[in-house]
């Protein structure tokens, strides 16, 4: 293990010290370097992928809350790469041949036969589009790249032991990310990009290890404790008013998933959120494209609204809570109303006018894939619900991972699931699950050994 990670760290050093180089000297906008940044990356993940795919993973897995900073993105046409999804996406591609060769296995049940399904659709959709680059964008980055993570760690990571690891390294890239955030934190709370990362993604990301570690019980060493801290602070410093509600209420939901009724909770988020969603979405009277975007125009430089936008007036104001929402359900109509004029199919996946994305999965849901699009997304995570509430009775690393998706959930009702870097963090959460279901003790009903995965 130590020399493996000796020679990626090394790899990704010298990968990344060259990248920030022609960054820094702005040699990076002659057009023959960036396709040679991106060859040398190719390179390295190919190397990796033949002598040691679960290392690279591992890396992967660490530099995650990297994605998109700045200085180690590259552009090949309208889609930005990162070291990660130039990684996962090999990863992916090789394990997909690994399958086809009869050479790795990946068991097909309910949840993966839905996102097949999805993937077919939303392709159709894009190729359907009237603007097939923007749509493409889109599709890249909520589906595309997702699907490929599923891919890669269902594949790659077939064993307990080393779906410890990716964990294991997930949590050390979010606590070293997180020391971003606790110096952001100590220099006056401000609510910002963080190494260009959305404070959604910040505070969904660092949510991970907070509930993974302290739900497990490892937050009892002293360094863990240190780890699960620094990744607290960071998580408050994201002022994300929903995760933090579901931060402070996450031990009764995770008593709930414990008791049985992680099934009758996802049931009781997708139904009750939906006819609210519908209610007040058509209860607030219609504006055009137009007005919502002089009306949102005007929630940004109102003096007594904007000073609450990004400091921590924006956790108790409720004025500005107010006026947020209603900015949201203007928004959510023409979505809805988008979907009124394409139930069966949807528009497709392409960025919005007023938002990239709508801010609530339902109207992304509907809007994008229409009737066919909604059912097959929700499908997935009621098969996942589904399956994982059993074991989540009897196993504690399932029983937080169905918390981590349901708080996800939760919070996409107000920022959408394709918001950010959220649908990276779902899609892994998700094969993370499956991979604990497929390598946790065989023996129904009995609770697995120890708190670790």
């Not at 036969?113 to 493409?136: E, F």
């Not at 009750?272 to 005007?298: D, M």
């Not at 699950?433 to 995965?453: F, H, K």
Request: glycine letters at 8%; hydrophobic letters at 55%.
């Amino acid at each position: 293990m130590s020399t493996r990670l000796l020679l990626y760290a090394s790899t990704i050093s010298v990968l990344a010290l060259l990248t920030a180089f022609l960054r820094l000297s702005h040699l990076d906008r002659m057009c023959l370097l960036l396709p040679l940044l991106a060859m040398l990356v190719l390179l390295a993940c190919l190397f990796a992928l033949v002598f040691d795919p679960q290392g690279l993973l591992y890396v992967l897995m660490a530099i995650f809350p990297l994605t998109d900073f700045p200085l180690f993105r590259f552009e090949i046409g309208v889609i930005t790469f990162s070291p990660f999804s130039a990684g996962i996406m090999c990863l992916g591609v090789y394990g997909l041949f690994l399958v086809a060769m009869g050479k790795a296995r990946l068991k097909l049940e309910g949840c993966d036969v839905a996102i097949l399904l999805l993937c077919l659709h939303y392709l159709a959709s894009t190729l359907l589009s009237n603007d097939i680059m923007r749509s493409g964008f889109l599709a890249f980055h909520a589906l595309f790249i997702p699907v490929m993570i599923y891919l890669a760690l269902r594949i790659h990571a077939r064993t307990s032991e080393e779906l410890d690891n990716c964990l294991l390294f997930l949590c050390i890239g979010a606590t070293l990310f997180s020391v971003f955030g606790v110096i952001q934190a100590l220099s006056g709370i401000q609510r910002s990009q963080l190494l260009n990362i959305h404070p959604i993604t910040q505070a969904a990301l660092t949510y991970i290890p907070i509930v993974y570690l302290g739900f497990t019980g490892r937050a009892r060493h002293p360094l863990v404790l240190l780890a699960t801290a620094i990744c607290a602070v960071s998580f408050m410093a994201s002022l994300s008013r929903v995760f933090i509600a579901c931060l402070l209420v996450s031990p009764l939901f995770y008593w709930l998933i414990r008791k049985g009724f992680a099934r009758h909770l996802m049931l009781g988020l997708i139904a009750i959120s939906l006819f609210l969603t519908l209610h007040f979405s058509f209860k607030i009277p219609g504006k055009t494209i137009q007005e919502i975007r002089e009306y949102g125009n005007i929630l940004d430089v109102h003096k007594e609204l904007a000073k609450f936008e990004k400091g921590p007036g924006r956790l108790v104001n409720f004025q500005h809570w107010a006026a947020s929402m209603e900015m949201r359900f203007l928004a959510y109509r023409i979505g809805l109303e988008e979907f009124l004029d394409h139930p069966i199919m949807g528009t497709g996946l392409k960025p919005g006018d007023v938002m990239i994305t709508q801010h609530n999965f339902h109207v992304e849901w509907l809007e994008y894939g229409g009737v066919i699009g909604y059912v097959l997304y929700a499908s997935i995570f009621m098969c996942f619900f589904w399956q994982a509430g059993g074991a989540a009775m009897h196993d504690n690393a399932t029983a937080i991972f169905a918390l981590v998706i349901f708080v996800d959930l939760f919070n996409c009702l107000f920022n959408g699931i394709m918001h950010g870097f959220l649908p990276y963090i779902v899609f892994m959460i998700l094969a993370f699950t499956r991979i604990r279901l497929e390598t946790m003790p065989a023996v129904a009903g009995a609770p697995s050994e120890g708190a670790r995965p």
